[in-house]
């Protein structure tokens, strides 16, 4: 099947300091990605659809501003947040629909765990 | 919301099958059932979906009910490597963004020795 990958795989930063989170799909192209975050021993909650070559479409109670997406490319996404503090310390995790032949399928990466001092 | 629901946890012997419900009564004509699993730390991992016929692949088999209200994942031989929490959801299946998945609270399945 189709790999999805995050970079990097954890980051530990400072309070007010800015993260960036990279997803790339390996091996096909996502004009769509996702983003979920999942807090510990909570379910994923979806953060964000990320659309090639336009704006990203962010969920109910998401601040755009703080979490920044760019889709820059057909195989690229970037998550940014913004002056991190500790309460955005999460597991964020992108997902992307497979290729032809596998567009039923959701491909997710391995995961960012992000830790916030 | 998600628009499923599952029981919060099951246990299962090691290779005996594991059936895991999930309810849906309020799915649409036009929605899947989809299964996801998650292995702690990890993303989660597609193994399964329908419309309405029963499916079957090589990780799991998939049965759905007649009316469509509800589904039953198995894996027919369960292994250790099988314990992960289990995602049943319903989603259209009519690309771009209606590819997005809205996970409930999903079932942790703990395989036993």
């Known amino acids: 099947g189709a790999v999805v990958s995050q970079h990097p795989s954890w980051v530990i930063c400072k309070s007010g300091t800015s993260v960036k989170i990279e997803c790339r799909s390996l091996?096909?192209?996502?004009?769509?990605m996702f983003w979920y975050r999942q807090f510990p021993k909570q379910s994923l909650m979806l953060m964000a659809t990320?659309?090639?070559?336009?704006?990203?479409?962010?969920e109910q109670g998401v601040e755009k501003d703080k979490f920044l997406i760019n889709h820059a490319s057909l195989t690229l996404s970037t998550l940014t947040v913004t002056s991190a503090h500790p309460e955005d310390s999460s597991f964020y995790i992108c997902?992307?629909?497979?290729?032809?032949?596998?567009?039923?399928?959701?491909?997710f990466g391995p995961g960012t765990r992000l830790t916030v001092l | 919301d998600a628009k499923t629901t599952q029981p919060p946890s099951m246990d299962c012997a090691e290779g005996r099958a594991a059936n895991l419900p999930c309810n849906h009564s309020?799915?649409?004509?036009?929605?899947?059932v989809y299964w996801y699993r998650q292995i702690h730390s990890q993303g989660p991992q597609y193994i399964i979906h329908?419309?309405?016929n029963n499916e079957t692949n090589e990780m799991a088999s998939l049965i759905i009910t007649e009316d469509r209200k509800s589904s039953t994942l198995i894996l027919p031989h369960a292994t250790l490597r099988d314990t992960a929490v289990y995602y049943c959801?319903?989603?259209?299946?009519?690309?771009?963004?209606?590819?997005?998945?809205?996970f409930g609270k999903g079932t942790l399945l703990t395989v036993n020795p």
């Open positions: 309020t799915i649409s004509g036009n929605e899947y």
């Open positions: 091996d096909f192209q996502a004009t769509t």
């Open positions: 959801i319903v989603s259209p299946n009519s690309g771009g963004s209606n590819y997005k998945l809205t």
């Open positions: 329908g419309l309405k």
């Open positions: 997902s992307a629909p497979g290729g032809p032949g596998e567009i039923n399928e959701q491909f």
């Open positions: 990320s659309n090639e070559g336009s704006k990203a479409t962010y």
